[in-house]
């Protein structure tokens, strides 16, 4: 047992401490050993909690670039990119330092948009098509070790660009549920900052990225109040049991229930000459 989700717990607990004091108006300065590794995925996450810019589709981009592109994240000695796989597992020094930590940031914006859907624009179909290419190599973004070696090596040049080509794939990844705070109708607050304790228990394995592969179909977890606004909006089929005009729950709720909307992006992707590959 690797332990990954008790690290996403400590790596979400430390952004919510991080964003909780700022919010009091306390100056905050994250560090960790190397600098690059868990500071870029506690500062990033913190930023997601306080603003819901980088909850948007530019705003993310925008957050990937600078806090792990830009800042110097070596994704090249983290990912591997480019090892021979024979040679990496005899090479023990320089597996020490092989460590999927930019995916674990992505799994941590998974719990984030999938505990509260209302506050992301985009849907979790984007989160996964970013984590997978992450290791494909078909996109410069995650080339190289810094913006030097990538401005050295010609990276944009030569290698398409993942956020324009999920730009251009916007309208399949658009969010159902989103509520634009800058609008005076939005349920959703600016500030996103949930009870520590129920962000931390309802962290739960991302299977649509860790068992995408599987031939079972995985069950979705859906909250309880998720579900009630999906039956009101039209948007999933009912469930026999499920009290759509009750209070909410604390609780969880398990559905295999297939959302009209997913329905909708798979025909669209279907016929698009650009269709996404995840």
Known sequence: DSGWLHHCRYVLKASWHCASLIIKGNPVLVHCSHGWDRTSQVSALAQVLLDPYYRTFTGFRVLVEKEWLWFGHPFQIRCAHG????????????????????????????????????????????????????????????????????????????????????????????????????????????????????????????????VRWSNVPTQSFVAPHVLRRL?????????????????????????????????????ESAGNADALDV
């Open 83 to 210: 090892v021979d796989l024979n040679q990496k597992a005899q090479d023990s020094q320089k597996s020490s330092d092989y460590s999927p930590v930019f995916i674990q940031f992505i799994d941590c914006m998974w719990q984030l948009l999938n505990q509260h859907p209302h506050h992301f624009e985009f849907s979790a179909r984007y989160l996964l098509l970013i984590a997978s290419h992450v290791y494909s190599c078909r996109f410069g973004n995650f080339l190289a070790s810094s913006e030097k070696d990538r401005e050295e090596y010609q990276v944009r040049g030569v290698c398409p660009d993942l956020f324009d080509y999920l730009n251009r794939n916007r309208r399949a990844l658009l969010n159902p549920l989103y509520d634009d705070p800058t609008l005076p109708t939005a349920m959703t607050n600016k500030i996103m900052l949930p009870h520590l304790s129920t962000l931390l228990r309802n962290v739960e394995l991302w299977a649509d990225y860790f």
């Open 231 to 267: 039956h009101a909006d039209g948007a999933c089929l009912p469930i026999p049991g499920l009290d759509t005009e009750g209070p909410e729950d604390s609780g969880s709720q398990r559905t295999d229930t297939k959302c009209s909307s997913d329905l909708e992006t798979e025909g």
